[in-house]
């Protein structure tokens, strides 16, 4: 983001906040993240405290390691066809796209089956909790758009 000058205050207050042993909740409150970003990060992390690890996984799984490699594939063509060099960013981009569509994608999907198994209720929960994600993920995308044709116009 650096490389790329993007403002990276916020994130850099997030970090020092939480260095400083101050709860995610509230660091998020006083680092100044943008509100889209820190309602996904209540959402993601709402997930790590259920006591439903079938939720939980189904919602990481769907909401992030099924999703982010065709996203991320997507966006490293529409830069390269935009910008003469993304460096770094190219390189985190397709990264992900390797380590998620090769290995954590294949197996996240088995251990939302394994952890499901043939009970319906679990399935259903499942599917409520990879919602929510996917939900969170485009709530974070449609307010970085608007935020970008605030800037664009």
């Given at each position: 983001?650096?490389?790329?000058?993007?403002?990276?205050?916020?994130?850099?207050?997030?970090?020092?906040?939480?260095?400083?042993?101050?709860?995610?909740?509230?660091?998020?409150?006083?680092?100044?993240?943008?509100?889209?970003?820190?309602?996904?990060?209540?959402?993601?992390?709402?997930?790590?405290?259920?006591?439903?690890?079938h939720?939980?996984?189904?919602?990481?799984?769907?909401?992030?390691?099924?999703?982010?490699?065709?996203?991320?594939?997507q966006?490293?063509?529409?830069?390269?066809?935009?910008?003469?060099?993304?460096?770094?960013?190219?390189?985190?981009?397709?990264?992900?796209?390797?380590?998620?569509?090769?290995?954590?994608?294949?197996?996240?999907l088995?251990?939302?089956?394994?952890?499901?198994?043939?009970?319906?209720?679990?399935?259903?929960?499942?599917?409520?909790?990879?919602?929510t994600?996917?939900?969170?993920r485009?709530?974070?995308?449609?307010?970085?758009?608007?935020?970008?044709?605030?800037?664009a116009?």
């Amino acid at each position: 983001m650096v490389e790329a000058g993007a403002d990276t205050s916020a994130i850099r207050n997030l970090i020092d906040e939480l260095k400083s042993d101050r709860a995610l909740p509230d660091a998020l409150s006083v680092a100044g993240p943008p509100a889209e970003a820190v309602e996904f990060v209540r959402t993601t992390f709402s997930f790590l405290q259920l006591d439903k690890p079938h939720v939980t996984v189904s919602a990481f799984t769907f909401g992030r390691e099924d999703l982010i490699p065709d996203m991320f594939r997507q966006m490293v063509k529409d830069l390269r066809q935009n910008l003469k060099t993304v460096g770094l960013f190219e390189y985190y981009l397709d990264r992900h796209v390797e380590v998620d569509a090769d290995s954590h994608g294949p197996m996240a999907l088995q251990m939302v089956e394994e952890l499901c198994g043939p009970d319906e209720r679990k399935w259903e929960e499942a599917g409520l909790g990879a919602v929510t994600a996917l939900q969170a993920r485009l709530a974070l995308w449609d307010g970085i758009l608007r935020r970008i044709r605030r800037i664009a116009d």
